[in-house]
């Protein structure tokens, strides 16, 4: 009797180490996607760097210009 309650408690424990090997695995591809997609994805005109960045629609710049 005794190793039966043995082997299970072997077989619980190897399947939460196969259960958290894929949860991490999960985790890793998704940073692995988000910063790859990060990486590829095109550059917003709100970096522009230039003190004219546009927010909600309103260009600062033309605002100033037309004063």
């Known amino acids: 009797m005794e190793d ?3 082997q299970r408690r072997n ?3 190897q ?3 196969f259960m958290a090997k894929t949860v ?3 985790f ?3 940073v692995v996607v988000i910063l790859s997609a990060s990486a590829f994805a095109p550059r917003s005109i709100a970096e522009a760097g230039n003190g004219c ?3 909600y629609g309103i260009e600062p710049c ?3 210009a037309s004063r």
Request: net charge positive; proline share 5%.
């Open 4 to 6: 039966v309650v043995v």
């Open 11 to 13: 077989t619980v424990s």
């Open 15 to 17: 399947d939460r180490k």
């Open 24 to 26: 991490v695995s999960a």
């Open 28 to 30: 890793a591809f998704a």
């Open 53 to 55: 960045d546009p927010a």
């Open 62 to 64: 033309l605002r100033q």
